[in-house]
């Protein structure tokens, strides 16, 4: 069954794999500004929210079913990326969260290396890139315009 997902990656239980999450952690937070005028105007001033966190522990147990090391190098490869965090098949926080830290915790191996037991700790922040604009610098641009630009350059190739 599973109890929650991100993107590509199910927290879950079946009959052959165990990859529940725990200590589950989420709240909101406003940004707030604190001011020293002393001419009567507020002390704090409200700025907005805070973006909103989500953590998690992800406990892999190679005697649970999961290849434990693939696992943890597949979270570490996932930071940076952006899903929404759906618990109990419904959205939790904002429509994407971007995982921000995937951190191997009390890691057990066999003599020769292999990994039995890991404790992932996941940290999951708001991803606030579409609410801010695009700041990347990356920009639409339609085809009509594509078309325009790939013709003066085929134009100004010609004539060199």
């Known amino acids: 069954m599973i ?13 052959r794999k165990i990859t529940a999450m725990s200590d589950f952690s989420t709240g909101r ?8 005028d002393t001419e009567g ?16 522990t992800v406990k892999l147990s190679a005697g649970a079913g999961a290849n434990v090391r693939a696992e943890c190098e597949n979270w570490e490869s996932l930071v940076g990326k952006y899903y929404p965090f759906m618990v109990g098949g419904r959205r939790v926080g904002p429509r994407y969260m971007q995982l921000t830290e995937a951190n191997q915790n009390n890691v057990t191996t066999t003599m ?31 085809s009509t315009a594509k078309a325009s630009t790939a013709d003066k350059s085929s134009k100004k190739a010609r004539s060199i």
């Open 41 to 56: 105007s507020s002390a704090t001033n409200t700025r907005g929210m805070e973006l909103q966190e989500i953590s998690c």
């Open 3 to 15: 109890m929650a997902s991100w993107g590509p990656k199910n927290f879950e239980v079946t009959g």
């Open 29 to 36: 937070k406003l940004k707030t500004e604190t001011n020293n």
């Open 112 to 142: 020769r290396g292999t990994y039995t037991y890991a404790e992932m700790q996941l940290g999951f922040t708001e991803y606030a890139n579409e609410a801010a604009g695009s700041k990347s610098g990356s920009t639409k641009t339609s």
